[in-house]
């Protein structure tokens, strides 16, 4: 039994089917029934050995018939131990091990139950000379000895092998963690600096929502305005006569109404650009929303990887993991997407920041233009106001004097027309006085003083009536004339009210005009914008309505 458990197999040589069974071996190579620790593996099922001298006929037929047998299995496995030995096949085991016995000592002669074993007939075997079997032990020994020391070869390269993966394989885990870690450092850091950035961006887009807000209330609040001056223009072109005249009222109401339509077309300009301003900002805020929540996912891949270890319960082998999936990118255009990103962003919100304080300004400037014309206009329109005041005042001045002229007219008209009348009485009297002088006889009709008096008298009395009708009827075409003219004053003067009271109608219109909503202060708070976050800040509001 010792020298069996010393005998162990080595590699390469004979051909086996199975960890236990082996029949005819080559050069003399024994297969054991052990382990390797030299342990059997079921001593309880070996039989004892008995020794005997059997003829050599029997031992001849017991090895001619054990020396057949094979392992029920055909197939050749590396495993030492075969599955068919744990299955309770006691007495193939026991035919094995007799057989491996009969191989391993030639010399000795086994006693198998008795009579069957003495039965065996003896027959003559083969015989070696000293010098094989010397040989045959020097070949052993030198066989052991070299397998031993390539065992010991393979072990110590299998134990440097070991180390040497075990720490490759250490410094590796620890190298890549460390790149995780470092990753996670970096991918944690553009996720601040893109939420940061995105932070910005909403709080510009509420701005400048409220500022395009700011100019659109502007912008409405100039429909006033606008429509006051329009509807002054109308009504002073109710005027008739002469007091439709192109002065500086009309001139400075036409310079507003071009004032405020260039303020219209501006405030909308800067409404416009303001809109497509929040669409730019509104993509930007897209791109860094997608880019941050890349950056999310990827930082909770990276660290739940990170947490990873070999004995978590939810590693295992995939299939080639070592593949590069579509659309990788490279670190570089890895850092330089969210770089163009971020870079976008600012750029926007620059541009929004000017773009707020231009439409600031524009507003601040438009006002004080607008204002600026608002007084200027109304400067006018009282200046205008004054003068058609004193223009009737002076009418009606004219009117009063033209018509104490003329009640003087009438009374002069009626004393030449009694003095008109009274010398034609004189007339009469000395016409009458000379015609009863012309009744005389004889030499006593005489062209005496008297009658060169009368004479005269005819005459001067002829020459004054004739002036006085002259006279009467100068007086009478000049009443004529004072009565036209007043008529005509009294028409102008019609007119000039007329003109008068349209004029104080549009300073009454004018008074709808109030300060423009871009300039109060205390405008009512506005709704802010929501972004695309959800959030919104009513912080920046209430700093917007303190400035």
Not at 430 to 449: F, K, N
Not at 460 to 466: K, M, N
């Amino acid at each position: 039994m010792a020298s069996v458990r010393a005998r162990r197999s080595l590699p390469g040589d004979g051909s086996r089917s199975c960890g236990r069974c082996y029949s005819n071996a080559d050069n003399g190579g024994r297969r054991s029934f052990w382990n390797d620790d030299l342990q059997p593996q079921h001593p309880s099922i070996v039989p004892p050995l008995e020794t005997s001298k059997p003829s050599q006929s029997g031992l001849s037929g017991f090895i001619s018939r054990t020396s057949t047998m094979s392992c029920p299995s055909d197939v050749l496995i590396p495993d030492p131990l075969h599955p068919r030995h744990y299955q309770g096949e006691y007495h193939h085991l026991h035919l094995c091990y007799l057989q491996l016995c009969l191989l391993s000592l030639p010399t000795r002669f086994f006693h198998l139950g008795g009579s069957r074993m003495s039965a065996l007939s003896l027959k003559p075997s083969l015989r070696h000379s000293v010098s094989d079997w010397s040989s045959n032990n020097q070949q052993l020994s030198a066989t052991a000895q070299h397998q031993r020391h390539v065992s010991h070869e393979v072990r110590q390269e299998g134990r440097a092998l070991r180390n040497e993966t075990h720490c490759k394989t250490v410094w590796d885990e620890s190298a890549t963690s460390r790149r995780l870690g470092d990753r996670i450092w970096d991918v944690a850091r553009w996720r601040d600096v893109l939420e940061s950035c995105a932070q910005k961006v909403d709080e510009e887009m509420e701005a400048l929502t409220l500022s395009k807000e700011q100019s659109e209330q502007a912008l409405a609040a100039t429909s006033v305005p606008l429509e006051v001056t329009n509807e002054c223009l109308t009504l002073r072109e109710g005027r008739r006569g002469y007091e439709l005249v192109g002065d500086a009222v009309e001139e400075q109401l036409k310079k507003e109404v071009e004032l405020i339509e260039g303020v219209q077309q501006r405030l909308q300009r800067g409404v416009h650009q303001a809109f497509e301003q929040l669409c730019l900002l509104q993509e930007a805020r897209h791109q860094l929303t997608a880019d941050l929540q890349n950056k999310m996912e990827a930082l909770n891949i990276d660290m739940s990887c990170l947490s990873l270890t070999t004995t978590s319960p939810n590693i295992s082998l995939k299939t080639n993991p070592t593949r590069i999936p579509s659309g990788s990118s490279t670190p570089q255009e890895w850092v330089q997407f969210s770089q163009r990103n971020v870079a976008r962003a600012h750029e926007a919100v620059h541009v929004s920041q000017q773009m707020r304080e231009e439409l600031s300004l524009s507003r601040a400037q438009l006002h004080n233009e607008l204002e600026a014309q608002l007084r200027a206009t109304e400067f006018a329109l009282r200046k205008r106001t004054h003068q058609e005041q004193r223009a009737r005042d002076e009418l009606q001045w004219q009117m009063k004097n033209t018509q104490d002229e003329m009640a003087e007219m009438e009374s002069d008209i009626r004393g030449l027309d009694a003095d008109l009348q009274a010398k034609t009485a004189s007339l009469k009297l000395a016409h009458t006085r000379l015609e009863a002088r012309t009744q005389r006889c004889g030499v006593d009709l005489c062209r005496d003083q008297v009658q060169h008096g009368l004479v005269a008298e005819v005459q001067q009395l002829e020459a004054t009536i004739q002036d006085l009708k002259q006279k009467l009827s100068e007086a009478q075409h000049s009443l004529q004339k004072l009565k036209l003219h007043h008529s005509r004053m009294q028409q102008d003067l019609s007119r000039k009210q007329e003109a008068l009271t349209l004029e104080q109608r549009s300073i009454h219109t004018r008074t709808r005009i109030a300060s423009p909503s871009w300039s109060d202060r205390t405008a009512p708070p506005l709704v802010p914008l929501m972004n695309s976050s959800g959030r919104s800040d009513l912080q920046l509001l209430a700093r917007s309505l303190t400035y």
